[in-house]
């Protein structure tokens, strides 16, 4: 069977006025927040150690690599081989209070203000997964990658199928309401706190895996 290919929303809104929200949005984020992500880097040395920032190669707009910043939330911890213990095993209370009220994410601002990324779009995820997208998901790459990309409708699971079609819709409908509906879905998420990021024991995409439900993994 064919999939159905998206149909990317060109507009002026998402050609040009969505990048300039970006960078007024994102400078004035960081200048206003510089207390304290100065704070948070302070407290990164005295839990974590150097280096202060998790960097990790993801793919951007049009699946181009870029280099994706984070607050570390785990130590370098090894086991008796030399081989680093799992996640679980080395996130710290620190790691886990940060990664709860999405604090860790504040070095994206950066990403974000120099044009890798985006405020709202589909999560840049691993770049190993590029070669196992169909051509229909591997349309999520057809806009900047973003801090988030919430789902606007109730929904029972959240499978790598949903992320990837709820991904789809934003591509095909995104607009300057539905961005400013999912900023505030983002600000209440992180004025909240979120279990499923502290606890990330979310099963990696393999192409097969399509339908299992994020939550059915990590039991």
């Keep these: 069977m064919t999939e159905e290919m998206p149909k990317v929303r060109r507009t002026l809104y998402t050609v040009v006025i969505k990048r300039l929200l970006d960078i007024i949005l994102s400078g004035l984020a ?3 927040l510089s207390p304290l992500l100065t704070l948070l880097t302070i407290l990164e040395l005295i839990y974590h150690g150097s280096p202060v920032f ?9 699946g181009k690599i870029f280099k994706l ?6 130590t370098n911890e090894k086991d008796e081989n030399g081989d680093l213990l799992p996640g679980n095993k080395r996130v710290t209370k620190f790691g886990r209070f940060i990664r709860r009220f999405s604090l860790d994410e504040l070095p994206e601002l950066f990403c974000i203000f120099s044009g890798k ?3 709202i779009g589909p999560r840049p ?8 997208y169909t051509p229909r998901h591997m349309m999520r790459h057809e806009m900047r990658p973003g801090l988030a990309c919430v789902s ?8 790598w199928n949903d992320q990837f079609e709820n991904d789809i819709w934003y591509i ?17 998420e992180a004025i909240v706190g ?26």
Excluded: H
Aim: aromatic share 12%.
């Design 54 to 62: 998790y960097s990790q190669e993801r793919p951007g707009l049009q």
């Design 172 to 188: 095909e409908n995104c607009s300057f309401i539905v961005d400013v509906k999912m900023v505030f879905a983002v600000i209440k």
């Design 30 to 32: 960081i200048i206003i």
């Design 117 to 119: 990324m985006s405020i």
């Design 152 to 159: 606007l409708k109730p929904i029972k699971t959240w499978t």
């Design 194 to 219: 979120s279990e499923y990021r502290v606890n990330d024991t979310r099963e990696e995409y393999d192409g097969k895996n399509l339908y299992t439900n994020a939550e059915e993994t990590s039991k």
């Design 69 to 74: 910043y984070k607050f570390r939330s785990m």
């Design 125 to 132: 995820l691993l770049a190993r997964y590029l070669s196992l």
